[in-house]
Each structure stands twice: as C-alpha cells, then as structure tokens.
C-alpha cells in the first residue's frame, strides 16, 4: 500500500511538471503581460496584407497593441496637399480590430519623412504662420476623424526635441516656433476628445531632453492642453543607455501624471560607430566589416549578451508597471528590423525578440516568466 502511495504521489508529481512546462511552451507574451501593460509591435503594409501569414498570425497571437511603421506618416497618407491615401491605413486598423488589438496611431507631426509640400509654397519658400497652422489643422483632424472612436491613442508630435534640450530646428520650429506642439495637441483634442495623445521622442534618458520635455509636458498641462502619455523610445545598444539613468527617467516621466510608454523597443547587437547613438534617421556612418561581426549568424556569447540586457530592460518595465501603460517593440523579426541599415546599410543585426524563422527567442521565455 505504502509503494502505491509513493507511486501515485510520483505520478502526481510528474503530471505537474508537465503541465507546467506545457503551459511554458504556449503562453503568449499578450497573456503573461495582461495585467502589467499592453506588450506592442510595430506592424508594415505586408504584414496587413498578407493575414493569413506566419508574420500576421504571430503579431495577432503575441500581441496587445499595434503601431504602424510607415503607413500613417505624413509622406505616405498625405502625399499631396489635397490627396490623401488611406488604403494601407484603413488595412492597419481593420487588422488591429479584428485581433482585438489596442490600436495607435503614428505619428501626425514629424519633421522626417514629411510630405515635400506641406511646410514650403509653389516656390519653396516657407509658408507663412497662418497657412502651417491652417495645413496642421486639416491634415490631423482629416486623419484622426476617420479613424475616431477605432484608432486609441496618437503620437501626436514626434522627435521635437534635441539632445541638447533645445527644441529641433524644423520647419515647424522656424514657421511657428514651439506653439506648433500645442496647436497640434489642441488640433488632435477637436478631432477626438476621447481618444489618448502622446507625445514620443528618443534618447529620453539623456538630462537636456528630459529636462525640455518635462517642462514642456507641464506647461501644456498647466495651458489647459490634454496630453496624456509620453513615448520614450527604446532604440537601445549593449552599451546604452546605463539601466539606472533609464530607470529614474521612467520615475520622473511618470511624476508629470502622463502614462509613460516604451515606444519602439530595440536592442542591438552591433558594435556602434563612434558618436552615433538614439535614432536620429539622418545619421549615417561608413560600412566596414568589423561593424558587420555577425554577418553569417550571431555568436553564442554575443547572443547570451544581449538576452542578459534586454531581459534586464523588461525587469525595469515590470518593476514600474503602475507607471509604464504600454511596451511596443519595433519590428516583429531580426529580418525586417530597420537596425539592420541604420545608422550603417547592410548589416546584418539581431535586435527584436523573434529570429528571422520567425521564432521566438530565449528572451521571449524569460519575460513570460519574469511576468509570472
């Protein structure tokens, strides 16, 4: 009797760790995160299209929220001054909604990739303070209004910030100076007052542009101007930005009463050229083959590398999950990540959480237990 017992007990035993290991295997970063924040992945126009797909099922199945890589900004949504084209939007959210998704919307005011006529006249010479005003109004009350009540949460303004601090010499800077962040959030409230504004930058962890944006997140407040979350962009390397830097600028983001969101998660595997660093598309540095190491595949060190620090980043965001509403990585696969030619063409990177199998990596498993 007692060797059955012992038997039964063992089974028991055996049966658990079965269905604990198989639980493992097909829980979803979407279920493992559902009670700490929305986990995002930036989506392209292939991957909309194509529904039926590996690349569609994964995003559908692993994540909460979605952001459009390029579909919405305003080069391709507003190509001419009274042209607007919605299709590659319009397949955006009907996928979003049809996975239940928490849909954003990026970005509305961009100085890059911005539609060559928006900011000069026939001439190409700046417009004047009123027809900016006039243009910013209609093409972000155009966009939000057909997409209200669907579309969640804007990136209204985008990247206005140096590193500096000081505010980026656009065209919108140099027509209206920085009233131009306030109209546009002013502009997005008319269109949808029930949908979140945001305002999204990188290298947010860097003293000038954190002091510059929580002053301006303040005096917006203080104006009256809805604003409701701050996107600080993950674009991370395996020597930047230092984890307690990072960490306390979620705190201090979080102090202003916004939802803070990392917004465009990467890690790259790459060494960096000297002084490149954020996300400034503009930066270019000169390909050579020692910044190219892993060209025929990542080594084993290097991967355990940069498993170790992504899973240090997904520490802190849990840790602040009271602060941190949402965390979207940029890119679903190794494969069609833009770290691969930036700020050097070519390359071969590993900076997202799925290989170009699209399969998970060993860091996907760690942040569903590190949620657990």
Known sequence: MRKKNITTVILCIFAIVVVYHANAQTTTLRDALKNKFL???????????????LEAQTIAKQFSSITPENCMKCGSIHPGRDHFNFKDADAYVNFGEANNQFIVGHCLIWHSQLAPWFCVDKNGNNVSADTLKARMKSHIQTIISRYKGRIKGWDVVNEAIEDNGDFRNSKFYQILGKDYIRLAFQYAHEADPNAELYYNDYSMAKPGR????????KQLKSDGIRIDGIGMQGHFALDYPNFDEY?????????TGCKVMITELDLTALPNPENVSGANISQKAEYMEKLNPYKNGISL?????WTKRMNGFFKIFLKH???I???TVWGLTDGNSWR???????????PVLFDRD???KLIVKQIIKEAK
């Open 247 to 255: 960490e306390r600028a979620i705190v201090a983001y979080g102090s």
């Open 39 to 53: 986990i995002g992945v930036s989506v392209n126009v292939e991957q909309t299209k194509d529904i039926s797909g």
């Open 210 to 217: 954190m002091k510059t944006v929580l002053a301006m997140v």
């Open 340 to 350: 691969n030619n930036w700020p050097v063409f070519g390359r071969k990177d590993y």
């Open 321 to 323: 999950h009271d602060l």
């Open 301 to 305: 060190n290097a991967e355990k590398e």
């Open 325 to 327: 509403s949402r965390v």
């Open 358 to 360: 699209i399969q998970p």
